[in-house]
């Protein structure tokens, strides 16, 4: 029997649940899940059929691989900590700002501690060391998916007509003014309104944003300022000014079209980093619409994806909690 058999047939039916799964609703988690599983296999498929032709060059790729995966884990660690001190520059010293800072040190960290515990050789910090180091493995693991199915999902184009488009809310700077990233939510969503009329079709856009702390307007009426000034006429936005938070965002805008069209079909607008998120509390919240990504600073990506990373791993707690906690009690027999 061919080696490579196995692993392929295991990468096609990955591929194959991927697909099905995908097709009857991209915005599931899941999918990544499917997808990660898929490329790995496919990767063992090629490894096994480089190992029936020269099993010498499978042997220097694999060890190759394994050299590079500690590699990449320095690589990784310089590169957020290069990443963080530019967060502080550029965008101050709020906590949301020192996410990849305080990942690329915690990696550095733990490569210390695991090499002082394995100098030590006691069993009970053996034990935390194995805990830990199985909890970020798992967290990991579950980055990777997440990132994956990120970009994919960010680059996938909705073809359906159009009733609405909505775009996010994102705070405003001195109480009024419309920052950069919400601009850019606002550009790329009057970009695709501006399409759908050049189709003959007639959307209506709309502002989703409350009024928060510090804020002397609701954000939704700001976004309305921006595009009006850029020529968008008033009539063709509505505004949804009663959310404070992304779910309420996606909550109130499909009510409000909702009673606009009871069939009605849009697509919703955010940053790039917050396009995976936003889709899933869309499905939750049964908005009927995908999610599209306005860019973002190379430098704010990082540290805006680990935030979302971290969110969406809070909106899972009890499941992540249990995987942890038998982690931990996995580590502790194995050192009893």
């Known amino acids: 029997m061919n080696p490579a058999l196995l692993p392929l047939a295991a990468a096609v039916f990955c591929f194959a649940v991927f697909l099905v799964s995908f097709l009857l609703d991209r915005r599931k988690l899941r999918n990544g899940f499917y997808l990660f599983f898929a490329l790995a296999f496919s990767g063992l498929t090629l490894l096994a059929l480089l190992a029936s032709i020269s099993p010498e060059a499978a042997a220097f790729v694999a060890l190759g691989l394994f050299a590079l995966f500690p590699l990449t884990i320095v690589v990784l660690a310089v590169f957020l900590i290069g990443n963080g001190v530019t967060m502080l520059r550029r965008e101050g010293r709020r906590p949301a700002n020192l996410l990849s800072l305080a990942a690329g040190v915690g990696i550095v960290a733990l490569i210390v501690f695991d090499f002082v515990v394995g100098q030590l050789g006691w069993a009970p910090l053996e034990a935390v060391r194995d805990s830990v180091n199985g909890i970020v493995a798992y967290l990991a693991f579950l980055f990777v998916c997440f990132l994956l199915y990120a970009l994919v999902y960010g680059r996938i184009r909705t073809r359906r007509p159009l009733d609405f488009v909505v775009v996010l809310g994102s705070g405003l700077l001195g109480g009024r003014t419309v920052p950069p990233l ?10 695709v309104l501006d399409a759908e009329c050049r189709k003959g079709r007639e959307p209506l856009l709309v502002t989703s944003g409350g009024q928060g702390p510090g804020e002397d307007v609701p954000e939704s009426h700001a976004m309305a300022d921006y595009l009006a000034g ?8 509505l505004l949804e000014d009663r959310s404070r938070t992304t779910r ?14 009871a069939d009605y079909r849009c697509v919703v607008v955010t940053n790039n980093f917050h396009v995976l998120r936003a889709a899933l509390l869309a499905r939750k919240t049964k908005l009927n619409g995908q999610v599209i990504g306005a860019p973002t600073a190379w ?3 990082p540290s805006a994806t680990l935030r979302e990373f971290a969110a969406i791993i809070v909106d899972h707690k009890v499941l992540n909690g249990i995987v942890g ?6 580590s502790v027999l194995k050192a009893v």
Do not use: K, Q
């Open 230 to 237: 850029r020529g968008l006429p008033r009539e063709r936005i």
């Open 182 to 191: 919400l601009a850019a939510r606002l550009d790329r969503g009057r970009r």
């Open 325 to 330: 906690a038998m982690i931990v009690l996995a």
């Open 299 to 301: 430098y704010f990506w």
């Open 248 to 261: 309420e965002n996606l909550t109130f805008s499909a009510c409000l079209m909702r009673e606009r069209r």
